[in-house]
């Protein structure tokens, strides 16, 4: 029922930008914050970003100043903007919410910051 799909993820050049997206469906998208995740190999799940319902976010230190959380509820939709990508920041990127006392969670995508 729930369903969060991921896209936008790619291979970029230190110091460009991407943009992800997160398409919401199966809840009352507008009534839960969202978030983002990245899982680096080797490392564990960290979050990166949060949105509440009313936008109020909140950020990891190392993407504060960098990436920015935003949505669109009438879309359904959450994005993660990301400047000035470094290698560090390469990971797969999950979208979630907390659903029914669980977290779901997306697929993934995944981005690499690389010369």
């Known amino acids: 029922q729930v369903q969060l799909v991921e896209s936008g993820g790619g291979l970029v050049q230190p110091g460009r930008s991407l943009t992800l997206s997160c398409a919401a469906s199966?809840?009352?998208?507008?009534?839960?914050?969202m978030s983002w995740y990245r899982q680096a190999p080797g490392e564990e799940r960290e979050s990166v970003a949060t949105?509440?319902?009313?936008?109020?976010?909140i950020y990891a230190d190392s993407v504060k100043g960098r990436f920015n959380i935003s949505r669109d509820n009438a879309k359904n939709t959450v994005y993660l903007q990301m400047n000035n990508l470094q290698p560090e920041d390469t990971a797969v990127y999950y979208c979630?919410?907390?659903?029914?006392?669980?977290?779901?969670w997306g697929r993934g995508t995944q981005v690499t910051v690389s010369s």
């Open positions: 979630n919410v907390h659903y029914f006392g669980r977290d779901r």
């Open positions: 199966g809840f009352t998208f507008r009534r839960y914050p």
């Open positions: 949105i509440s319902d009313d936008s109020r976010t």
